[in-house]
């Protein structure tokens, strides 16, 4: 039972590198998101994906990329990272049948920009 | 936009007993579903429970359960007869009803400290 995989777990950057999150999900979902969580914020949106080919913007966008090329994986980039991107990333899916809604985490992925 | 507010950063209660977190949200919506995620320090989020707005009754779960007061717009949560591994980080989100995309909305969540 994988359900949502996030690779990799931790990662340290200087500024200004860049780097790719990998989410893999194993349950044929339609929908997947990538969160990220900060001390005090709770959880923050920052794209989501509705299926393959397709992307949007959630709450905080700004400095990430997205790609949802193959259904079960979900791609996050940040092209020049920065200190202000230290975080814990969360990947996300559901599936898009079901009216409760409930979505099933990855175990985050922690970065540090420094 | 919507928004969930959790008002207690932290709380503390003695195994065995029964704690209550509270949550409220803002929505002008109709059809909504909750949510509590517990987040223990393995970092996993867990669902603990849900519950459709347009059901009255408090949803269960276990020695877990909700009050939802549509009207007020709050869900809090009750533990009872906490247990050591209840201690973790506790979110409530709030989504959108229908068929969207939408994520989830979370609060900044509540640090549950058991005492034994």
């Known amino acids: 039972n994988a359900g949502v995989t996030q690779t990799p777990k931790f990662r340290v950057l200087k500024t200004g590198q860049s780097m790719t999150l990998l989410c893999a999900q194993d349950?044929?979902?339609?929908?997947m998101y990538w969160y990220r969580q900060d001390p005090g914020m709770g959880l923050r949106l920052i794209h989501y994906s509705v299926g393959e080919g397709t992307t949007a913007k959630g709450e905080v966008p700004d400095g990430y990329n997205v790609s949802r090329l193959k259904k079960q994986n979900f791609l996050l980039g940040l092209e020049s990272a920065a200190p202000s991107q230290t975080s814990v990333y969360f990947c996300?899916?559901?599936?898009?049948?079901?009216?409760?809604?409930?979505?099933?985490f990855g175990e985050g992925s922690r970065l540090t920009v420094l | 936009a919507q928004t969930v507010t959790q008002s207690q950063p932290e709380m503390s209660v003695q195994e065995a007993e029964t704690v209550t977190l509270s949550c409220t949200y803002d929505t002008s919506e109709s059809d909504y579903y909750l949510f509590w995620y517990k987040q223990p320090p393995s970092r996993q989020m867990i669902l603990v429970i849900r519950q459709e707005a347009y059901k009255q009754q408090n949803a269960t779960e276990n020695r877990f359960s909700v009050n939802f007061q549509k009207a007020a717009k709050s869900f809090s949560l009750k533990i009872s007869d906490s247990q050591l591994g209840d201690a973790a980080m506790y979110f409530c989100a709030y989504r959108s009803g229908g068929g969207g995309a939408d994520g989830l909305t979370f609060g900044k969540g509540t640090h549950l400290i058991i005492q034994p």
């Open positions: 349950m044929n979902h339609e929908y």
């Open positions: 996300a899916s559901r599936t898009g049948t079901a009216y409760t809604g409930e979505l099933f």
